[in-house]
């Protein structure tokens, strides 16, 4: 039976969304809240010349780490790239562009772009050349602020522990991270998640992305959603 609510679709359809050179911002933390099937999707088929919006660039094997560690991104948006070893080398050796941002702004500005601030005006790194780059600066009341673009994606990937059909999600503790911010700034939201359960059975107070904001729902690998067509 066709259900307008059900969202559900396999990541070969998700992946049809997707093309080279094109915007990506993904939930995660150290690769903890990424979602793992969409990661391998986009490696399997190929997809280039990306610009990654996230925290950080993950480990060498593991989440956001893997696209980065071969070469498809040219551009990465993040708070840091310590764990990542090869990430580091990209950016030394001018193969990948890497735009620092303060972890708590770059969480503001991703929640700037998906309430559709345009902007948002921040005191810190005024002294930190990586951090004010070129940015604009504007002074009010006499005090110095940098203006912090916001940020948004042309597809948001996302993690989550638990959803209906309608996409209402709930995430797995720690791997919320900054997967509920991510899922309101794209253009399209995708999330992967690992369990899928009937439309009304989720208790609204436990709902922390409303399914407003998600367009897809790829189930993770072994996740059984065959009921969702009945």
């Given at each position: 039976m066709e259900n307008t609510f059900n969202k559900i679709i396999e990541l070969d359809d998700a992946m049809k969304h997707f093309r080279d050179g094109m915007i990506i911002m993904f939930g995660g933390f150290g690769g903890i809240g990424t979602p793992p099937s969409l990661i391998d999707g986009i490696l399997d088929n190929g997809f280039k010349d990306l610009t990654l919006i996230g925290n950080d660039?993950?480990?060498p094997h593991i989440g956001i780490g893997k696209v980065v560690s071969q070469g498809r991104a040219k551009k990465m948006i993040a708070s840091h790239i310590g764990s990542n070893p090869v990430a580091g080398q990209l950016m030394t050796d001018g193969k990948m562009e890497v735009e620092f941002s303060p972890q708590g702004i770059l969480a503001e500005r991703i929640r700037a772009g998906g309430v559709g601030i345009p902007a948002i005006l921040s005191d810190i790194g005024l002294d930190n050349a990586i951090v004010t780059g070129n940015k604009q600066t504007c002074s009010i009341g006499g005090k110095k602020y940098l203006v912090e673009t916001a940020l948004t994606a042309d597809i948001s990937i996302i993690f989550a522990k638990k959803a209906d059909p309608y996409g209402n999600l709930i995430?797995?503790?720690s791997a919320r991270n900054t997967n509920p911010l991510v899922a309101m700034a794209g253009d399209m939201t995708i999330a992967?998640?690992?369990e899928i359960v009937p439309l009304g059975s989720l208790d609204p107070d436990e709902i922390i992305?409303?399914?407003v904001f998600v367009d897809y729902i790829v189930p993770s690998k072994g996740v059984n959603w065959?009921?969702?067509?009945e």
């Amino acid at each position: 039976m066709e259900n307008t609510f059900n969202k559900i679709i396999e990541l070969d359809d998700a992946m049809k969304h997707f093309r080279d050179g094109m915007i990506i911002m993904f939930g995660g933390f150290g690769g903890i809240g990424t979602p793992p099937s969409l990661i391998d999707g986009i490696l399997d088929n190929g997809f280039k010349d990306l610009t990654l919006i996230g925290n950080d660039s993950g480990f060498p094997h593991i989440g956001i780490g893997k696209v980065v560690s071969q070469g498809r991104a040219k551009k990465m948006i993040a708070s840091h790239i310590g764990s990542n070893p090869v990430a580091g080398q990209l950016m030394t050796d001018g193969k990948m562009e890497v735009e620092f941002s303060p972890q708590g702004i770059l969480a503001e500005r991703i929640r700037a772009g998906g309430v559709g601030i345009p902007a948002i005006l921040s005191d810190i790194g005024l002294d930190n050349a990586i951090v004010t780059g070129n940015k604009q600066t504007c002074s009010i009341g006499g005090k110095k602020y940098l203006v912090e673009t916001a940020l948004t994606a042309d597809i948001s990937i996302i993690f989550a522990k638990k959803a209906d059909p309608y996409g209402n999600l709930i995430y797995d503790k720690s791997a919320r991270n900054t997967n509920p911010l991510v899922a309101m700034a794209g253009d399209m939201t995708i999330a992967e998640v690992e369990e899928i359960v009937p439309l009304g059975s989720l208790d609204p107070d436990e709902i922390i992305t409303p399914g407003v904001f998600v367009d897809y729902i790829v189930p993770s690998k072994g996740v059984n959603w065959e009921w969702a067509w009945e």
